[in-house]
């Protein structure tokens, strides 16, 4: 199972990023994908996450309106479109998959001990 993250950088306050996680090796159309970010100090905590199966999503409230989720089951592809990106951004973020359907979807967090595979992380800087 390979889940690699790509499209971080530095970016201004106000500006947009769309990072992109091509999965290999393992069903992706069976699996609900997500993305996790941690920023330093603090716990790591999901922020999206969508379900293959009827294309669920759920946005943690600090990115909601902001960030939209999407997924390209051809191209065994996530995304995640971050628009009016804000310093408090800046993190570490994680590419996650969960063949647990009940890890996305009408949840109100997202665990990250439901997520089976998770990539190497691509780093988003903000600066204000």
């Known amino acids: 199972v390979q889940l690699v993250e790509s499209g971080g950088g530095l970016v201004q306050a106000g500006g947009s990023l769309r990072l992109s996680c091509a999965a290999s090796?393992?069903?992706?159309?069976?699996?609900?994908m997500g993305w996790f970010r941690q920023a330093p100090g603090k716990e790591r905590e999901g922020i999206s996450c969508?379900?293959?199966?009827?294309?669920?999503?759920y946005y943690e409230d600090s990115v909601k309106g902001r960030f939209t989720i999407s997924m390209d089951n051809a191209e065994n592809t996530v995304y995640l479109q971050m628009d009016n990106l804000q310093p408090e951004d800046t993190a570490l973020y994680y590419c996650?998959?969960?063949?647990?359907?009940?890890?996305?979807?009408?949840?109100?967090?997202?665990?990250?001990?439901?997520?089976?595979?998770w990539g190497r992380g691509t780093q988003v800087t903000v600066s204000s």
């Open positions: 969508i379900k293959n199966s009827d294309r669920t999503t």
């Open positions: 090796h393992f069903s992706f159309k069976d699996y609900s």
């Open positions: 996650v998959a969960s063949y647990y359907s009940g890890a996305c979807g009408a949840v109100p967090v997202m665990h990250s001990y439901e997520y089976d595979y």
